[in-house]
């Protein structure tokens, strides 16, 4: 079993920072990539960044660019998502999640975290 536990989030005034982490722990063979989506109330599940493990790049959705930032340690098997400027509409719960192989020959398959809130109010 894989289990991803997330960390961080919480209440933040407009413009403020926050920051958000998720570890990749159980019978994991390797992580193709890691991210993070959301989702606001009533609103669908939107993807927000990923980073793939064998690569540096982060990916963004074009509402968060140039505001956070992916990050990860592989050795670690966490990812890290950094929050600056943040806005209202930014308010969400944030999904860490993972697509991860078990073992050398399996298929690689979604993981997610329970979710953490981030809520952005003044």
């Known amino acids: 079993q894989v289990q991803l536990v997330e960390s961080g989030g919480g209440l933040v005034q407009p413009g403020g920072s926050l920051g958000l982490s998720c570890a990749a722990s159980?019978?994991?063979?390797?992580?193709?990539?890691m991210g993070w989506y959301r989702q606001a109330p009533g609103e669908q599940r939107e993807l927000v960044a990923y980073i793939s493990f064998g690569g540096s790049t982060g990916n963004y959705a074009d509402s968060v660019k140039g505001r956070f930032t992916i990050s990860k340690d592989n050795a670690k098997n966490t990812v890290y998502l950094q929050m600056n400027s943040l806005k209202p509409e930014d308010t969400a719960v944030y999904y860490c999640n993972a697509i991860i192989t078990t073992t050398r020959s399996g298929p690689a398959r979604d993981y997610w975290g329970r979710g953490t809130q981030v809520t952005v109010s003044s």
């Open positions: 159980g019978t994991i063979f390797s992580i193709r990539r």
